[in-house]
C-alpha cells in the first residue's frame, strides 16, 4: 500500500497519493521533533512541514531500500541538525539544547518522567533514544538516520539511557534533601 | 518516579507519546508543496524566456534576411546583423526583421505565461 503510494507520487508528482502518506507518517515524525525540539511545538510542527516539503522535492531519490518512515526520519534529524545550527550561528548560544556535558546543576526539582528529563540530553543522544524506544526502530535504521557506525548504535543507547538515570537519580535525592 | 532506566518495556512506555492527527498540517504542507513547485517552474520560465530573447535577437533578423533575401554565406550576415546591432547603423529592411523579431518574442513569452496558467508543463 504504501509503496504504492510512493510510486504514484515518484511517476506522477501525486499530491493526493504524498497527502496519504502523509497523513499516515506525520505522528511519528512530529511527535521526534517535539521531543528533539524540546516541547517546541511551533518549532518542531516547522521543521516537520519542511521535512515533508523536503521529502516530496527528493522522492525520487528514495529506492525502497528500508522503510519509508526511516527515511522521513532521517531527513527530520537533518532538518532539526541543520536548523539547530544555523541558530547556534545567529545567536551563539544554542537555544534548544540544554544538554550540558552531564553537568547536573539542582534544577531538576519539578522534572518528574523520563520524557521531561530528556531535554538535558544532548540531541544525539534525545534522538536515539526516542527512535529505539519510543518508535522501535531497529539499530540498522537507527544507524543510517543518524549517521553514525552500527557499532556504536548500542552503545550510544546505553550511554544515553544511564545518563537519564543518574539525572533521575539526582532528582529523587534532591527531592528527598528538600523534604 | 521509578527509576528502572534498564528496562526496556518501562523505558518504551515512558517514552511514548499519543498520536498526532491534524487537517491543517496536511494542508498547509500541500500548499507549500504547490508554492514551491510554481516558483522552480517560474525559475524554468525566465531561463526559458532569456534563452529565447537571446536566440530570437541574435538569430531571427539573419534567418529571415538568409530566406528572404538570398545572401550568399550566413557568416557574412551574422557579422553584418551584429556590427548593426552595436553600432546603430541599421537600414529600413533590417529595421522590419527587428520587428518581426520582437514580434516573435512576444508571441514567445504570451507562449510560455499561457502555459503557466493553464498548467500545461
Redesign the interface.
Known amino acids: 500500500m504504501e509503496s504504492t503510494l510512493v510510486e504514484r507520487v515518484q511517476r506522477d508528482n501525486d499530491h493526493l497519493a504524498f497527502e496519504q502518506l502523509m497523513r499516515k507518517n506525520q505522528s511519528p515524525i512530529r511527535q521526534f521533533l517535539r521531543r528533539l525540539t524540546v516541547q517546541n511545538q511551533a518549532i518542531a510542527d516547522e521543521l516537520a512541514q519542511e521535512t515533508f516539503l523536503k521529502a516530496f522535492v527528493n522522492i525520487k531519490t528514495y529506492r525502497g531500500e528500508g522503510k519509508f518512515l526511516s527515511w522521513l526520519f532521517k531527513i527530520a534529524y537533518q532538518q532539526f541538525v541543520s536548523s539547530t545550527r544555523k541558530k547556534v550561528e545567529q545567536s551563539n548560544t544554542e537555544l534548544t539544547d540544554q544538554a550540558d556535558d552531564g553537568k547536573f546543576e539542582h534544577r531538576l526539582v519539578a522534572e518528574k518522567t523520563a520524557k521531561d528529563l530528556l531535554k538535558y540530553l544532548k540531541p544525539d543522544e534525545r534522538a536515539i533514544l526516542l527512535l529505539h524506544f519510543s518508535h522501535d526502530l531497529s539499530h540498522q535504521d537507527i544507524a543510517t538516520i543518524l549517521q553514525i557506525p552500527l557499532g556504536s548504535v548500542k552503545t550510544l543507547i546505553r550511554r544515553s539511557r544511564l545518563k537519564l538515570q543518574s539525572f533521575a537519580q539526582e532528582n529523587k535525592s534532591e527531592n528527598t534533601n528538600e523534604k | 518516579?521509578k527509576?528502572d532506566?534498564?528496562d526496556?518495556d518501562w523505558?518504551?512506555d515512558?517514552?511514548?507519546?499519543d498520536?498526532?492527527?491534524d487537517d491543517d498540517?496536511?494542508d498547509?504542507?500541500?500548499k507549500?508543496?504547490?508554492f514551491?513547485?510554481r516558483k522552480s517552474k517560474r525559475n524554468f520560465y525566465f531561463l526559458l524566456a532569456a534563452l529565447l530573447t537571446i536566440t530570437s535577437f541574435l538569430l531571427i533578423p539573419d534567418l529571415i534576411m538568409l530566406f528572404t533575401e538570398g545572401a550568399s554565406s550566413l557568416e557574412g550576415l551574422v557579422s553584418f546583423s551584429l556590427f548593426d546591432s552595436v553600432n546603430g547603423h541599421k537600414n529600413s529592411s533590417f529595421m522590419q526583421m527587428e520587428f518581426i523579431g520582437l514580434c516573435v518574442i512576444l508571441l514567445s513569452f504570451v507562449m510560455i505565461w499561457s502555459c503557466e496558467d493553464f498548467d500545461l508543463i
Not at chain 2, 515512558?14 to 507519546?17: F, G, M
Open positions: 518516579m527509576n532506566f534498564l526496556d523505558l518504551k515512558e517514552l511514548s507519546d498520536y498526532i492527527d498540517f496536511s498547509s504542507v500541500v507549500k508543496i504547490t514551491h513547485e
